[in-house]
Nanobody, 125 residues
Framework: QVRLEESGGGSVQVGGSLRLSCAAS????????IGWFRQNPGKQREVVAR????????YYTASARGRFTISHDSAENTVYLQMNNLAPGDSAMYYC??????????????????WGQGTQVTVSA
């Protein structure tokens, strides 16, 4: 059974940093695409960053580029999202998700079958 567990969320002030972790059990991230998504109540789940572990290849949305870094530790079977210079607009529930295949082919939440429970990020002024 595939299980993803996020951790590392919390409350920070504007300009602060957090590192989110996504640990997998029952599943290897090798040769897969992993995405970090975020969602606020009443809004659609949006992608933040994706990583293809066979490259690795990394993709960021415009809002994340330059501030966030996605990485993969194969020994720990864990994917990280380092978030720096956080702003109130980054506040959301953050989820990791994964699927087999190349990240270039899968860009939306609907494309990913396996999800974690999420970790809350709150950025205050």
């Amino acid at each position: 059974q595939v299980r993803l567990e996020e951790s590392g969320g919390g409350s920070v002030q504007v300009g602060g940093s957090l590192r989110l972790s996504c640990a997998a059990s029952g599943y290897s991230f090798s040769g897969t695409c992993i995405g970090w998504f975020r969602q606020n109540p009443g809004k659609q789940r949006e992608v933040v960053a994706r990583i293809g572990t066979d490259g690795p290849s990394k993709y960021y949305t415009a809002s994340a580029r330059g501030r966030f870094t996605i990485s993969h530790d194969s020994a720990e079977n864990t994917v990280y999202l380092q978030m720096n210079n956080l702003a109130p607009g980054d506040s959301a529930m953050y989820y990791c998700a994964t699927r087999q295949g190349r990240c270039t082919d899968y860009k939306t939440a609907e494309s990913f079958p396996y999800w974690g429970q999420g970790t809350q990020v709150t950025v205050s002024a």
